[in-house]
């Protein structure tokens, strides 16, 4: 199953409800995350907080370091019990797609990972909307394959309305913070 | 000489507005159902252009290939170009000919307003990542070698098209007029069903490849 997550810039909780779905009610044991303007421990820390506390196994794809603020830079040491491997702005979302099908496939298909990429907006910043729908296109069936769970977050605040509605096609279902509404696609 | 196609052309007569030269006044729209009719082309009635410097390696290997797929056979560069239209998924070409260099076929690809798989004919082996070609196959080619690739870069071609008619849907069904979108929100579901049924023969890195490939032009 995808889930869109539209996340405001400001409010919205979306590190709760990121939180939620991460860990969903069976409080799922492993976890891939793709992260890139935030260091990875900056998203082991989202679900750490978690009540739940953090799944057994967390592998972490980190997009675009070089681009990170010092200060989140600073913060990266602190990955504790988690692969954390490092994709170079030269990778293009081809290339990305091979290292998180790479993982998902180590993490077996028995229906138990949660995926998150934080962020679509990232995506779209590093390629253009044709190029990044078609990654997700891949990207969500080859979770769906996997029998995973993942949600993707989409900043609604910076983009087209047109690109948020073309993008919705690619999900199960979207989650709009804006409004805390839980739609159906 | 002009380019050969056995058996009878079917699918150019099926789609005589898919031609290149006719199409230079279509609107956006026209464009996008002309490539979602494309993608209902059953797997079969998609051409494969075989195009050898030997004319006997040509017509070998479209014997072989016409057992399941519609063939058309060239026997120099511009019969080989001239063919490579919309109806062709995946071309084999021999970079060797005589005008016929990875630089003139990705032009001729791009310009032409095909999408397809192009597997180069060689002596050699080759870095695939280094050039414009999706693959390559190495003479002398068995045939059941030949028959697989063909399929497999047919699947790769069908991905290709039916997710870029999936997105040109997406887009076009927001400014839809209510009657218009139901059609649309239709055809999306089609296009949906069509892509996971050819996603469940590809694995990931292949899907990857076939979705997000960049025709390289600086080969």
Redesign the interface.
């Known amino acids: 199953m995808n889930v869109l997550l539209l996340a405001p810039s400001v409010g919205g909780h979306e590190d709760d409800v990121c939180g939620e779905l991460l860990h969903g009610p069976s409080d799922r044991e492993r976890a891939l995350l793709v992260t890139c303007m935030e260091s990875p421990a900056e998203r082991l820390a989202v679900w750490t907080d978690h009540e739940d506390g953090r799944p057994e196994d967390a592998t972490v794809i980190d997009v675009e370091a070089d681009a990170r603020s010092t200060a989140a830079a600073a913060a990266a040491g602190d990955a504790p019990n988690a692969v954390v491997e490092s994709v170079g702005a030269e990778v293009d979302l081809a290339g990305l797609g091979d290292v998180i099908d790479r993982h998902l496939a180590e993490f077996g298909a028995d229906g138990d990972t949660a995926v998150c990429v934080h962020s679509v907006s990232d995506l779209l910043q590093r390629a253009d909307e044709a190029a990044v729908f078609k990654f997700l296109e891949v990207l969500t069936s080859t979770v769906e394959r996997a029998g995973a769970v993942g949600h993707y977050h989409l900043n609604p605040d910076v983009h087209d309305p047109e690109t948020i509605r073309t993008f919705e096609v690619l999900f199960d279902s979207v989650v709009d913070l804006r409004t805390a509404n839980v739609a159906d696609e | 000489m002009s380019p050969t196609s056995e058996p009878p052309r079917q699918s150019v007569q099926m789609n005589p507005d898919e031609t290149t030269d006719g199409g230079s006044d279509e609107t956006a729209d026209d464009e996008s159902e002309r490539r979602a009719r494309s993608d209902e082309v059953p797997l079969g009635e998609r051409v494969v252009l075989v195009a050898d410097r030997d004319p006997a390696v040509t017509d070998e290997l479209a014997a072989v290939l016409r057992e399941q797929f519609t063939v058309r056979s060239a026997y120099d560069s511009a019969d080989a170009l001239a063919s490579l239209d919309a109806d062709v998924s995946v071309a084999l070409l021999d970079p060797t000919i005589s005008g016929l260099s990875a630089r003139r076929v990705v032009d001729r690809v791009r310009t032409g307003g095909t999408d397809c798989q192009v597997a180069a004919l060689t002596d050699d082996p080759l870095d695939i990542e280094s050039t414009a070609f999706d693959d390559y196959l190495l003479k002398p080619v068995a045939h059941d070698h030949l028959t697989r690739t063909v399929e497999r870069l047919s699947r790769r071609a069908a991905y290709r098209t039916t997710?870029?008619a999936?997105?040109r849907v997406?887009?076009d069904r927001?400014d839809a007029d209510p009657e218009e979108r139901e059609r649309l929100d239709d055809r999306?579901a089609e296009l949906?069903d069509r892509?996971?049924a050819v996603?469940g023969a590809l694995?990931?890195?292949e899907?990857?490849?076939a979705?997000?490939?960049e025709l390289d032009a600086d080969f």
Do not use: Q
Request: proline share 5%.
């Open positions: 997710l870029e999936y997105y997406a887009r927001l999306l949906d892509l996971d996603f694995d990931g890195p899907a990857y490849d979705a997000l490939r």
